[in-house]
C-alpha cells in the first residue's frame, strides 16, 4: 500500500498540497480529477519521491519512502511521467527496454527482449519498434513510454503487489488508445497492481476508476465510488461547469449541459 | 489483415469491453508487417556490429600511418621489427639507429597521447551530452577545457615561485588541470540546469562565460609570465600532442585510461539517464551518485588530456554526432565508438598539422577548429535549437 500522511508541499510561500492523505491498495484503480492548478501532479509527484515535502510522510507497504533504495522500488513501482523528452536517436524499442534497467544486471536477457515486445504490442506499438524515437507523433511516443513503463512491473514481485503511477496518460492519445491505455491499467490492477491515474476527462474515470479522488485548491475535497463522487453538485463546486449526470451500462456518464454550449 | 484482428472489433466498443481479451497477444506476432520490421532491425543491427571492427581496423591504419610519416621515413614494416626487437625477436627488416630512436622516443609516444586524448574528449563529449541531454554539450565548447587551461596556466607561471621544480611539474599539471576541470563543470552544470530540465541557451552562455573568464585568466597569467613561460602557454593553449614525452605519458595515459574505462562502464545507466533525471530515478537509478561519479570521471579525463596537449576542441562534438547519425544513441556501442573514432580523428588531425607547412607544425588545436566550428555551425542550422 502507498499513503500520503499529512502531507503539505509549498512552492515559496504558496501552499501546493494542503495536508493532504490519501492511500492507494494494492489492485485498485483511483483516478485525481479536478480543475488545472488544484495540486494532481504534484500529489502524484509526492507519492513518487520526485517533490519535496514540507510536512507530512510517504509510507510505502509500511516503511517510509526514504528508507527504500530506489532500485529495490524500482522493481515494484513504475512512473509515467507527463513530459519526458528525449533528444537522441533511441529506437522505440530501445526507449521501451530501459523500462528493464531495475531488473537487468550486465546486459539484457531474451527474457527481457521478450517482455519488451509483448509490452510493445499491449500498447500497439509494434510496429514502431524499430523506429526512431524522436521522429515519432506525441501519441505514439506516449504509447512507447507507457510500454516502457508497463515493461519495468511486467512481472510479478516477490510479495505480488505492483504500482503504477500515471500523470495524465491519456493527454495526445486518440480515442481508441485513451481506453486501450485505461484497459491495460484495469489489466494490470486486477493482477494485484495499485493505479494512481491523473484524468481530465470525467467519463473515462467514470468507467475505469475503482475510486476517484476529487482535488480543490490543494486539498482532497471528496473521496469515493464513481457513482457517489461524480454527481452534478460536486462537478459544478470543482470544475464551476453545469453538467447532467445520466447513466449508461450501469456507470455515470456526465453530460455538458445545453446551456454551456455557445451557439 | 489487422483490421480482422480482435483489436479491432474490440475497440468499436470500448465502454462495453473493460478486460483486455488474453488471446490477442498471440494474434499479432504473425504479420508481414512484424517480418519486414525484424528485417530492417536486424539491418540496423547488422550496421551496429559491424562499426566496431571497421573503426578498429582503420585506427591501425592511422596508427601506422601517423608512425611511418614525418621527417624520417619508416615503413609499417620496420616499425614492426622496431617493436619485435625491443622484446627480444628478430625481424627480417632493416632499419637505422636513426629511425629507431624517432620511432620510440618521438612518433610513439605522440601516437599513444594521440590515442588516449581523442579517446578521453570524445567518450567525454558523448557522456556529458547524455548529463545535459543536451548534443551540443562538448568539454571545449562549455568551458572544461578552458578551466582545466587556466590552472595549467597559473600552475605554469606561479608553480616556480612555490619552488615546483620541472621534475614534479609533469606529474603535478594533469592534477591542476583536473581541479579546474572539475569547477568548470560543477559550476555549468548547476547554472545550466534549472530544476530537472536542461536549458541548451543557459548552459551554452555558461561555457562562454567560463570560457571568457578562463582567457581572462590564462592572458593575466600571460602578463605576469617570463619569456620561456609565455612561449610555454601560448604553444600549449593551442593544442598539440607534439610534446609527448614517456615522462608526460606515465601520468596523463593512465589518469585517462582509468577515468574512460569508467565512463564506458557506465553506458547502460547513460542510456537511462537521457530520458532524464526524474525517470532515471524511478527506473531504480540513484542519480545523484551517477552525476557525480560522471563529473568526476569526465573532469579527470579533460583534465588530463588537457595537462598534456592544451586545449585540443570540437572533437567532443564530432565524433558523438557521426556516430549517433550510423549507429543510433545506444551508449553501450557509442561510447566504445567514439573512444575509437575520437583516437583515429586526433591522429588524422595530427598527420595533417604536421604535413601541410612541413617543415613546421600546426598546432592540433587550429586543425580541429578549422573542422570542427564549421561543423557546429552546420549542427545548429540543422537541429533549429
Given at each position: 500500500?502507498?499513503?500520503?500522511?499529512?502531507?503539505?508541499?509549498?512552492?515559496?510561500?504558496?501552499?501546493?498540497?494542503?495536508?493532504?492523505?490519501?492511500?492507494?491498495?494494492?489492485?485498485?484503480?483511483?483516478?485525481?480529477?479536478?480543475?488545472?492548478?488544484?495540486?494532481?501532479?504534484?500529489?502524484?509527484?509526492?507519492?513518487?519521491?520526485?517533490?519535496?515535502?514540507?510536512?507530512?510522510?510517504?509510507?510505502?507497504?509500511?516503511?517510509?519512502?526514504?528508507?527504500?533504495?530506489?532500485?529495490?522500488?524500482?522493481?515494484?513501482?513504475?512512473?509515467?511521467?507527463?513530459?519526458?523528452?528525449?533528444?537522441?536517436?533511441?529506437?522505440?524499442?530501445?526507449?521501451?527496454?530501459?523500462?528493464r534497467?531495475?531488473h537487468i544486471?550486465?546486459?539484457e536477457s531474451e527474457r527481457d527482449l521478450e517482455i519488451v515486445r509483448a509490452?510493445?504490442?499491449?500498447?500497439?506499438?509494434?510496429?514502431?519498434?524499430?523506429?526512431?524515437?524522436?521522429?515519432?507523433?506525441?501519441?505514439?511516443?506516449?504509447?512507447?513510454?507507457?510500454?516502457?513503463?508497463?515493461a519495468?512491473?511486467w512481472e510479478?514481485?516477490?510479495?505480488?503487489?505492483?504500482?503504477?503511477?500515471?500523470?495524465?496518460?491519456?493527454?495526445?492519445?486518440?480515442?481508441?488508445?485513451?481506453?486501450?491505455?485505461?484497459?491495460?491499467?484495469?489489466?494490470?490492477?486486477?493482477?494485484?497492481?495499485?493505479?494512481?491515474?491523473?484524468?481530465?476527462?470525467?467519463?473515462?474515470?467514470?468507467?475505469?476508476?475503482?475510486?476517484?479522488?476529487?482535488?480543490?485548491?490543494?486539498?482532497?475535497?471528496?473521496?469515493?465510488?464513481?457513482?457517489?463522487?461524480?454527481?452534478?453538485?460536486?462537478?459544478?463546486?470543482?470544475?464551476?461547469?453545469?453538467?447532467?449526470?445520466?447513466?449508461?451500462?450501469?456507470?455515470?456518464?456526465?453530460?455538458?449541459?445545453?446551456?454551456?454550449?455557445?451557439? | 489483415?489487422?483490421?480482422?484482428?480482435?483489436?479491432?472489433?474490440?475497440?468499436?466498443?470500448?465502454?462495453?469491453?473493460?478486460?483486455?481479451?488474453?488471446?490477442?497477444?498471440?494474434?499479432?506476432?504473425?504479420?508481414?508487417?512484424?517480418?519486414?520490421?525484424?528485417?530492417?532491425?536486424?539491418?540496423?543491427?547488422?550496421?551496429?556490429?559491424?562499426?566496431?571492427?571497421?573503426?578498429?581496423?582503420?585506427?591501425?591504419?592511422?596508427?601506422?600511418?601517423?608512425?611511418?610519416?614525418?621527417?624520417?621515413?619508416?615503413?609499417?614494416?620496420?616499425?614492426?621489427?622496431?617493436?619485435?626487437?625491443?622484446?627480444?625477436?628478430?625481424?627480417?627488416?632493416?632499419?637505422?639507429?636513426?629511425?629507431?630512436?624517432?620511432?620510440?622516443?618521438?612518433?610513439?609516444?605522440?601516437?599513444?597521447?594521440?590515442?588516449?586524448?581523442?579517446?578521453?574528449?570524445?567518450?567525454?563529449?558523448?557522456?556529458?551530452?547524455?548529463?545535459?541531454?543536451?548534443?551540443?554539450?562538448?568539454?571545449?565548447?562549455?568551458?572544461?577545457?578552458?578551466?582545466?587551461?587556466?590552472?595549467?596556466?597559473?600552475?605554469?607561471?606561479?608553480?616556480?615561485?612555490?619552488?615546483?621544480?620541472?621534475?614534479?611539474?609533469?606529474?603535478?599539471?594533469?592534477?591542476?588541470?583536473?581541479?579546474?576541470?572539475?569547477?568548470?563543470?560543477?559550476?555549468?552544470?548547476?547554472?545550466?540546469?534549472?530544476?530537472?530540465?536542461?536549458?541548451?541557451?543557459?548552459?551554452?552562455?555558461?561555457?562562454?562565460?567560463?570560457?571568457?573568464?578562463?582567457?581572462?585568466?590564462?592572458?593575466?597569467?600571460?602578463?605576469?609570465?617570463?619569456?620561456?613561460?609565455?612561449?610555454?602557454?601560448?604553444?600549449?593553449?593551442?593544442?598539440?600532442?607534439?610534446?609527448?614525452?614517456?615522462?608526460?605519458?606515465?601520468?596523463?595515459?593512465?589518469?585517462?585510461?582509468?577515468?574512460?574505462?569508467?565512463?564506458?562502464?557506465?553506458?547502460?545507466?547513460?542510456?537511462?539517464?537521457?530520458?532524464?533525471?526524474?525517470?532515471?530515478?524511478?527506473?531504480?537509478?540513484?542519480?545523484?551518485?551517477?552525476?557525480?561519479?560522471?563529473?568526476?570521471?569526465?573532469?579527470?579525463?579533460?583534465?588530463?588530456?588537457?595537462?598534456?596537449?592544451?586545449?585540443?576542441?570540437?572533437?567532443?562534438?564530432?565524433?558523438?554526432?557521426?556516430?549517433?547519425?550510423?549507429?543510433?544513441?545506444?551508449?553501450?556501442?557509442?561510447?566504445?565508438?567514439?573512444?575509437?573514432?575520437?583516437?583515429?580523428?586526433?591522429?588524422?588531425?595530427?598527420?595533417?598539422?604536421?604535413?601541410?607547412?612541413?617543415?613546421?607544425?600546426?598546432?592540433?588545436?587550429?586543425?580541429?577548429?578549422?573542422?570542427?566550428?564549421?561543423?557546429?555551425?552546420?549542427?545548429?542550422?540543422?537541429?533549429?535549437?
Amino acid at each position: 500500500m502507498f499513503e500520503a500522511k499529512n502531507i503539505t508541499v509549498k512552492i515559496g510561500a504558496k501552499k501546493i498540497l494542503d495536508d493532504v492523505s490519501l492511500e492507494i491498495k494494492a489492485g485498485e484503480i483511483v483516478a485525481l480529477l479536478g480543475a488545472n492548478g488544484a495540486g494532481k501532479s504534484t500529489l502524484l509527484k509526492s507519492f513518487c519521491g520526485d517533490v519535496k515535502l514540507k510536512s507530512g510522510e510517504i509510507r510505502v507497504e509500511n516503511r517510509s519512502l526514504n528508507e527504500w533504495n530506489y532500485h529495490e522500488l524500482a522493481r515494484k513501482r513504475a512512473v509515467l511521467s507527463q513530459h519526458s523528452n528525449l533528444s537522441f536517436p533511441f529506437t522505440a524499442q530501445e526507449v521501451a527496454l530501459l523500462g528493464r534497467n531495475p531488473h537487468i544486471r550486465g546486459t539484457e536477457s531474451e527474457r527481457d527482449l521478450e517482455i519488451v515486445r509483448a509490452a510493445l504490442e499491449t500498447v500497439e506499438a509494434t510496429h514502431l519498434a524499430a523506429q526512431i524515437f524522436p521522429t515519432l507523433s506525441g501519441g505514439e511516443q506516449q504509447r512507447v513510454h507507457l510500454a516502457r513503463v508497463l515493461a519495468q512491473i511486467w512481472e510479478k514481485p516477490e510479495n505480488d503487489a505492483r504500482y503504477l503511477f500515471l500523470d495524465e496518460p491519456t493527454a495526445s492519445l486518440d480515442l481508441a488508445h485513451q481506453h486501450l491505455t485505461l484497459q491495460i491499467a484495469r489489466r494490470f490492477s486486477q493482477e494485484n497492481t495499485g493505479v494512481l491515474v491523473v484524468l481530465h476527462d470525467l467519463n473515462l474515470a467514470a468507467q475505469y476508476a475503482d475510486r476517484i479522488c476529487l482535488m480543490k485548491h490543494g486539498k482532497i475535497y471528496e473521496n469515493g465510488k464513481p457513482s457517489k463522487v461524480l454527481t452534478a453538485t460536486n462537478v459544478k463546486k470543482i470544475f464551476d461547469f453545469e453538467v447532467s449526470i445520466l447513466e449508461h451500462n450501469g456507470l455515470p456518464l456526465i453530460a455538458p449541459q445545453a446551456a454551456n454550449y455557445y451557439k | 489483415m489487422r483490421e480482422n484482428s480482435p483489436i479491432r472489433l474490440e475497440r468499436k466498443h470500448p465502454c462495453l469491453q473493460v478486460r483486455i481479451d488474453e488471446a490477442r497477444t498471440e494474434m499479432i506476432p504473425n504479420t508481414l508487417k512484424k517480418q519486414r520490421i525484424s528485417v530492417l532491425a536486424s539491418l540496423a543491427r547488422a550496421s551496429k556490429d559491424a562499426c566496431t571492427p571497421i573503426l578498429v581496423i582503420l585506427l591501425f591504419a592511422v596508427v601506422f600511418l601517423s608512425i611511418a610519416i614525418g621527417a624520417v621515413e619508416i615503413s609499417p614494416l620496420q616499425s614492426l621489427a622496431i617493436a619485435a626487437q625491443k622484446i627480444g625477436i628478430a625481424l627480417p627488416f632493416n632499419f637505422t639507429e636513426q629511425q629507431q630512436s624517432v620511432l620510440l622516443y618521438i612518433r610513439l609516444p605522440r601516437v599513444i597521447l594521440g590515442l588516449a586524448v581523442g579517446a578521453a574528449l570524445a567518450v567525454s563529449g558523448a557522456v556529458l551530452q547524455s548529463l545535459f541531454r543536451n548534443p551540443l554539450a562538448d568539454p571545449g565548447l562549455i568551458g572544461v577545457s578552458g578551466g582545466a587551461a587556466l590552472t595549467v596556466s597559473i600552475t605554469i607561471v606561479f608553480g616556480e615561485i612555490i619552488g615546483l621544480s620541472n621534475v614534479f611539474k609533469p606529474y603535478f599539471l594533469p592534477f591542476a588541470a583536473f581541479f579546474g576541470g572539475l569547477t568548470a563543470t560543477i559550476f555549468i552544470y548547476r547554472l545550466g540546469r534549472s530544476k530537472n530540465s536542461s536549458n541548451v541557451a543557459t548552459m551554452l552562455l555558461a561555457g562562454i562565460a567560463v570560457n571568457a573568464f578562463a582567457v581572462a585568466g590564462i592572458g593575466l597569467m600571460s602578463f605576469f609570465a617570463t619569456d620561456t613561460q609565455l612561449r610555454n602557454i601560448t604553444f600549449w593553449n593551442l593544442g598539440s600532442i607534439g610534446s609527448a614525452s614517456w615522462t608526460n605519458l606515465t601520468v596523463a595515459v593512465p589518469l585517462i585510461l582509468f577515468s574512460v574505462v569508467m565512463l564506458l562502464r557506465r553506458a547502460r545507466l547513460l542510456n537511462v539517464i537521457s530520458l532524464g533525471e526524474a525517470e532515471a530515478r524511478h527506473l531504480g537509478v540513484n542519480t545523484e551518485r551517477l552525476k557525480r561519479e560522471i563529473v568526476f570521471f569526465v573532469a579527470l579525463a579533460v583534465g588530463a588530456s588537457v595537462a598534456v596537449s592544451g586545449a585540443i576542441g570540437f572533437v567532443g562534438l564530432i565524433v558523438p554526432h557521426l556516430l549517433r547519425l550510423t549507429t543510433g544513441a545506444d551508449h553501450r556501442f557509442l561510447l566504445r565508438n567514439s573512444a575509437l573514432l575520437g583516437a583515429i580523428l586526433i591522429l588524422t588531425a595530427d598527420i595533417l598539422s604536421r604535413t601541410v607547412a612541413a617543415p613546421a607544425e600546426l598546432p592540433i588545436g587550429i586543425v580541429t577548429a578549422l573542422v570542427g566550428a564549421p561543423f557546429f555551425i552546420w549542427l545548429l542550422l540543422r537541429k533549429n535549437v
